[in-house]
């Protein structure tokens, strides 16, 4: 009896420490099944959601899409501003020039340079020196900032050339001058500024005014005398006449002697005479001094020109052979005993 109830216990204790489904003749039963459900992230991934509350990703993290823009509501882009083509430097030749020619003798030659384009797109350059021998127009090469260009004309049975070498601004041109004539070659410089209104029309006005400044008494007028504008220098036109000088004077010394002298000395009236008919196709205009000694020479072509007059004086007699340039607009020359060519 006593075992029955040992084995009996045994049995109870046996059966409640073995796991449920391991007892023996007994078959687990199966895990119910897990769902899944998908969802989307607002940066475009998939995540998965499980049944039993667990849940994870089912591709990495991918960038937006961009969004699809309709032609309506399309963005143009801002245009472009297109360059604008950069205006050559070159063009700033172009226009009238006056020139100031300077040379080892001194001044000299002032003209007025023309610049214009031509047909080919090139430039063409014209010299006025306000002579009857102006040259004919010359190509004129030009390249950032620099040209050049010559002139060749005929004058008294001669070639000249003159050629210019210099730079260029809106505002001013200027450079070297090469000068040759029968042979020989002359340098100089030159400075040219743009012409006003008056000088493109091709006149200018010259005053002058004269006197004599003695030690005793001053400064006195030359007055009621008689000036010439010349084309050319009064030594050249008495040479060209065939004129000689004097013994121990030039020819423009001889002349005023013979100025002086004409009345009295049979040599001096011939050489007067000579001189006189020479002189007179070269005059341009005349004028004749007030008694305070000024004068002017109204509407003169533009050039260079040579101012010649005779007045008697307390010791004997003055001539001046002065060139003057007539650049456009008005001039003023002061004569005196300094820049006469013989004042006695």
């Known amino acids: 009896m006593k075992t029955f109830t040992a084995c009996f216990c045994f049995l109870l204790l046996t059966s409640s420490v073995l796991p449920q489904g391991k007892r023996a003749g007994h078959k687990a039963p199966p895990k119910p099944a897990t769902s899944i459900q998908t969802a989307t992230t607002k940066d475009g991934r998939t995540v998965l959601l499980k049944s039993d509350g667990t849940w994870e990703y089912s591709a990495d993290p991918v960038g937006s899409p961009s969004p699809s823009v309709s032609p309506e509501t399309s963005i143009q882009a801002a245009p472009v501003a297109t360059p604008s083509p950069e205006v050559s430097k070159d063009v700033e030749i172009l226009g009238n020039w006056l020139l100031k020619i300077t040379s080892a003798s001194g001044p000299g030659n002032p003209a007025m340079l023309r610049i214009t384009p031509d047909e080919a797109g090139t430039f063409l350059g014209k010299l006025d020196l306000g002579i009857n021998q102006s040259p004919p127009p010359q190509k004129v090469t030009v390249s950032n900032g620099h040209f050049k260009v010559a002139f060749s004309t005929s004058a008294n049975g001669g070639s000249i050339e003159l050629a210019f070498d210099g730079e260029f601004s809106s505002a001013m041109i200027k450079g070297s001058v090469v000068l040759t004539q029968g042979g020989q070659v002359t340098l100089g410089t030159f400075v040219g500024t743009p012409a006003s209104s008056a000088s493109i029309a091709g006149v200018g006005s010259l005053t002058i005014q004269a006197g004599i400044v003695y030690k005793l008494g ?100 003055a001539l001046w052979d002065v060139m003057v340039a007539v650049n456009g607009g008005s001039v003023s020359v002061v004569l005196d005993q300094n820049n006469a060519a013989i004042a006695l």
């Open 218 to 317: 001053g400064a006195q007028p030359v007055a009621r005398t008689t000036f010439h504008l010349l084309r050319r220098d009064l030594a050249e036109i008495l040479s060209g006449a065939g004129l000689r000088p004097d013994k121990n004077m030039n020819l423009l010394q001889t002349f005023a002697f013979a100025y002086r002298y004409q009345g009295s000395n049979r040599n001096y009236a011939n050489f007067f005479q000579v001189a006189s008919a020479a002189i007179q196709p070269n005059i341009v205009a005349s004028t004749v001094t007030d008694f305070s000694g000024v004068a002017q020479f109204p509407s003169v072509p533009i050039g260079a020109y040579y101012l010649v007059g005779y007045t008697e004086t307390r010791g004997g007699f």
